[in-house]
Nanobody, 123 residues
Framework: QVQLVESGGGLVQPGGSLRLSCAAS????????RGWYRQAPGKQRELVAA???????NYADSVKGRFTISRDNAKNTVYLQMNSLKPEDTAVYYC?????????????????WGQGTQVTVSS
């Protein structure tokens, strides 16, 4: 079964750090991450960070200078390093990406969301 699995969330005090991981698993031919998103209670899901094929990165203004997105292509894994965390960073964090598998008629690409990991920033 092809899926994205996030990990690394938890409870942290303001000013602390967490590193989230998003691993693509299954019989994968290619994995292209679209980005990390988050959704706080009562709010819409928003893009936090994205990384392109050429490793160009983009960040929401609210996290610039504090969050860093990176990837390990050999492990089909994407990371989100979060530093100087604030209470307003509290949300469920999701990764999103396109996974290509090899079907009977050739490559098939679908978009996947991970199950989400809770990040709570509180003293």
């Amino acid at each position: 079964q092809v899926q994205l699995v996030e990990s690394g969330g938890g409870l942290v005090q303001p000013g602390g750090s967490l590193r989230l991981s998003c691993a693509a698993s299954g019989r994968i031919f290619e994995f292209n991450i679209r980005g990390w998103y988050r959704q706080a209670p009562g709010k819409q899901r928003e893009l936090v960070a994205a990384i392109g094929r050429g490793a160009t990165t983009n960040y929401a203004d609210s996290v610039k200078g504090r969050f860093t997105i990176s990837r390990d292509n050999a492990k089909n894994t994407v990371y989100l390093q979060m530093n100087s965390l604030k209470p307003e960073d509290t949300a469920v964090y999701y990764c999103n990406g396109d996974i290509t598998t090899w079907g009977s008629r050739g490559p098939v690409t679908d978009n996947y969301w991970g199950q989400g990991t809770q990040v709570t920033v509180s003293s």
